[in-house]
């Protein structure tokens, strides 16, 4: 089925440990974007890219790296894992980000990734 | 700096009731609204989008209405059915490339 395909699931880290979250999508979406979800906060944005060679930084950049070499993939690293990073974290793409059509600003997400620091 | 905000955080309806959702943003320069549904450990569905230059959209049993001028959105739900149990977001788009979140409604529906 076409979409937005994250690995892994879930993740436990020992702090200070490094990850690399995965996100591939098959819809050939020049947009795709990493969040994380954490009680009470609604989803923030961390890193965000609008096709390939191209990323920038959101709202809560801090401790992650993203690269997007291909469209189909946007991996998201962890640096170096700390307590606080402990959450949910989604992957998110959308066809273009620019006006025009409604419905290729529409984000699709994928399932998401929890991940618990220790 | 756009904030989205959210009210009620929790909504308990009985089965049957029409219902309202809200959501609020503080500057009125955005692009587009979307509403989202969010199943416990899932991801995000998108329901519906609002174009800047839209009053509302619908879909099904679902209606959602933008007021740029005012930063507010409501999404209304009619006959609620226990299905409709979940967490609605709202997500504004500034301009740009980034979406903005509010913190979600979370609603349960009793049989």
């Known amino acids: 089925n076409a979409g937005v395909t994250q690995t892994p699931k879930f993740q436990v880290l020992k702090t200070g440990q490094s990850m690399t979250l995965q996100c591939a999508q098959d819809?050939?979406?020049?947009?795709m974007s990493w969040y994380r979800q954490d009680p009470g906060m609604g989803l923030r944005l961390i890193h965000y890219s609008v096709g390939a060679g191209i990323t920038d930084q959101g709202e809560v950049p801090n401790g992650y790296n993203v690269s997007r070499s291909t469209t189909e993939d946007f991996p998201l690293r962890l640096l170096s894992a700390a307590p606080s990073q402990t959450s949910v974290y989604f992957c998110a793409s959308s066809q273009n980000t620019g006006t025009g059509i409604s419905g290729a600003n529409v984000l699709t997400f994928g399932a998401g990734s929890r991940l618990t620091v220790l | 700096k756009q904030e989205v905000t959210q009210i009620p955080a929790a909504l308990s309806v009985p089965e049957g009731e029409n219902l309202v959702l809200n959501c609020s943003f503080t500057?009125?320069?955005?692009?587009?609204l979307q509403w989202f549904r969010q199943d416990p450990g899932k991801g995000l569905t998108s329901l519906l989008l609002i174009q800047s230059s839209q009053r509302e959209q619908t879909s099904g049993r679902l209606n959602a209405s933008l007021d740029k001028s005012s930063g507010r959105s409501t999404l209304y739900i009619a006959a609620s059915q226990p299905g409709d149990s979940a967490t609605y977001l709202c997500?504004?788009?500034?301009?740009?490339?980034?979406?903005?979140f509010g913190a979600g409604t979370r609603l349960f529906v009793k049989a």
């Open positions: 819809m050939n979406h020049e947009y």
């Open positions: 997500a504004v788009k500034p301009g740009g490339f980034k979406t903005i």
């Open positions: 500057d009125s320069a955005i692009y587009n």
